[in-house]
């Protein structure tokens, strides 16, 4: 069986001038992005088979974007190239003070319909995964998403969630994305939060609080991940701190995206049925497993480069 990503494949654009604005810096370097797609290549080259399902424009970023991910074990079949949009970019500068200076130039990744994805056959998938960062945002993607939640709970496929808030998306209308994960929290069995989504979603000003109001909405299997510190599992009546290991930090891009992969290859051979009779121990080890993935990528630079670093033999 394979797993079934979608949302944005982009580009980040990231100013390697330190602490200049983006209207000022001269050097940027291009890295593939999009937390779905990171998704799918981790769980390739942790050597289980997965589609992405995206849309990116018809240029020659794009065609990277597809390159790479062939390159990474991902089948892109399903990674549609517009030829009327350009592919989509994210501008990024990490400022002196710490904040970023942002601007999103949104293009093809919006464009992804339901019509674009009439063909799939979700019986080939035993795994389907929701990363929302731009599929929340007004657009056809926006409809495929939520069309594609409904098809894959008719076809009895494992449902599993990232919101992946990006708070300079949604600076303006953050209670839309807070409205919109709901369902999908609501109907997944796997959902991954940061602690900061937690607390954001659910209007609670502590984690334990906001994983007990996740849990009196939500039947799933939740992990809520807490940096350097570990992860706080749910699973049933029980809520179990698992601790993460001891790494000298490079860069944390893709570290969340690894973990979800890391979790999903280990769940890919399940059913929703058998998913729910996987006891704590298990659990704590898949967690335990993801966080050894998560920690890993951050001992490299970038999120997919840091990918070919990875493979089951982590877990051990």
């Not at 799939?120 to 998403?145: K, M, R």
């Not at 008719?154 to 709901?182: G, K, V």
């Not at 796997?190 to 939500?218: N, Q, W, Y």
């Not at 997919?304 to 982590?314: C, P, V």
Request: include cysteine; glycine fraction near 8%; charged fraction near 20%.
């Amino acid at each position: 069986m394979k797993v079934l990503c979608i949302g944005e494949a982009l580009i980040d654009m990231i100013c390697t001038d330190r602490g200049t604005s983006l209207s000022k810096g001269q050097n940027f370097l291009k890295k593939a992005g999009g937390a779905p797609a990171n998704v799918a290549a981790a769980i390739a080259a942790l050597g289980a088979g997965v589609d992405m399902a995206a849309k990116v424009g018809k240029d020659p970023f794009g065609q990277h974007l597809i390159d790479l991910l062939k390159e990474m074990g991902v089948d892109t079949k399903w990674v549609i190239q517009d030829p009327t949009h350009f592919t989509t970019f994210a501008f990024v500068s990490l400022m002196e003070d710490g904040e970023r200076d942002f601007y999103f130039n949104r293009g093809a990744d919006g464009q992804l319909s339901s019509g674009d994805l009439a063909n799939l056959q979700l019986n080939e998938y035993s795994i389907v995964h929701f990363g929302s960062a731009t599929g929340f945002l007004p657009g056809p993607l926006q409809t495929a998403y939520t069309d594609l939640l409904a098809k894959a709970k008719a076809n009895n496929a494992i449902i599993s969630f990232d919101p992946n808030y990006r708070h300079l998306l949604f600076q303006n209308n953050t209670q839309s994305f807070i409205d919109q994960s709901w369902p999908f929290i609501e109907q997944c069995h796997f959902f991954k939060l940061s602690d900061e989504e937690a607390m954001l979603i659910t209007g609670c000003d502590t984690v334990p609080h906001a994983a007990a109001a996740l849990r009196k909405k939500s039947k799933a299997i939740f992990a809520i991940t807490l940096g350097k510190e570990g992860t706080l599992l749910s699973i049933g009546d029980h809520l179990e701190m698992i601790g993460s290991i001891a790494i000298t930090p490079v860069d944390a891009t893709g570290a969340g995206d690894a973990f979800v992969g890391a979790v999903l290859f280990q769940l890919i051979n399940f059913t929703p049925t058998q998913l729910q009779a996987i006891g704590l121990d298990e659990w704590k080890k898949i967690i335990a497993n993801a966080n050894k993935a998560g920690a890993r990528t951050c001992e490299y630079m970038g999120a997919m480069e840091a990918f070919k670093h990875l493979n089951k033999s982590i877990f051990n």
